[in-house]
């Protein structure tokens, strides 16, 4: 176990587990974002419909990269400091005092209307997923290997371990959707791209599911270096 306050938190080998889950991280948002500008095409016919359609042009700026990715990498950063400081009495510790950070990184803070009755509910969820995420990034960190492969394995004795905590994960986001299709109104966009914008979230939640099953298929039945989804 890693606990605040050792020096083992210093030490080379917590540092080089952090950067490689972190790039492992950072690789797979990138893929999921990738397919989810496909998706943009494909829905407003590339190109020329992002450039002749104004909704298509509004979802493309509500939908901004930059934006996503650099808010998503610090969640990841929260995520693991904690992850270090992590002792099995601390949690609710850890939870309350990050938190406040962790919610104003997440895309569901800037595009939900806090005033909304459903909001209260998406922020519970919210906070259950920071929690979620925290023990989990604390075994990888403690785990022994040299690669995100390794780690995982060490981490994640069994493949159905891993696939748990994935459904576990999965499932925390499912719930967000449901509240947000039950009260779209929550939404702090134009009503009239609330729909497409849940849409392109259904479609996001099937490619997190099919793709990081896969990983996880990869790591454990292929040695982790044949992935093309």
């Avoid at 400081?85 to 803070?109: A, G």
């Avoid at 981490?155 to 986001?173: G, H, P, R, T």
């Avoid at 099937?206 to 298929?217: C, F, G, M, Q």
Wanted: glycine share 4%.
């Amino acid at each position: 176990m890693i606990n605040a306050g050792d020096a083992s938190m210093q030490n080379s080998s917590l540092q080089e587990n952090a950067a490689i889950i972190k790039e492992e991280l950072i690789k797979e948002m990138d893929r999921g974002l990738d397919y989810i500008q496909v998706c943009l095409g494909r829905m407003y016919g590339g190109i020329t419909g992002w450039f002749f359609n104004p909704i298509a042009r509004l979802i493309y700026n509500i939908m901004a990269r930059k934006d996503i990715r650099e808010k998503a990498i610090n969640q990841i950063d929260i995520v693991l400091d904690c992850a270090v400081k992590y002792r099995e009495d601390n949690l609710e510790e850890l939870i309350e005092e990050n938190f406040e950070s962790y919610i104003t990184n997440d895309q569901s803070f800037h595009r939900c209307k806090k005033q909304h009755k459903a909001y209260p509910v998406i922020q519970g969820i919210m906070k259950d997923v920071f929690k979620h995420r925290i023990q989990p990034a604390h075994r990888l960190l403690a785990s022994e290997g040299t690669s995100y492969e390794q780690l995982t394995k060490s981490a994640f004795a069994e493949k159905e371990d891993a696939l748990k905590n994935l459904q576990q994960e999965l499932e925390f986001s499912y719930k967000v959707l449901e509240v947000i299709t039950q009260n779209k109104s929550v939404i702090k966009l134009p009503s009239f791209v609330r729909e497409p914008i849940i849409k392109i979230m259904k479609l996001g939640q099937t490619y997190a599911k099919e793709r990081l099953t896969y990983r996880i298929d990869e790591i454990y039945e292929h040695n982790g270096h044949n992935g093309h989804i």
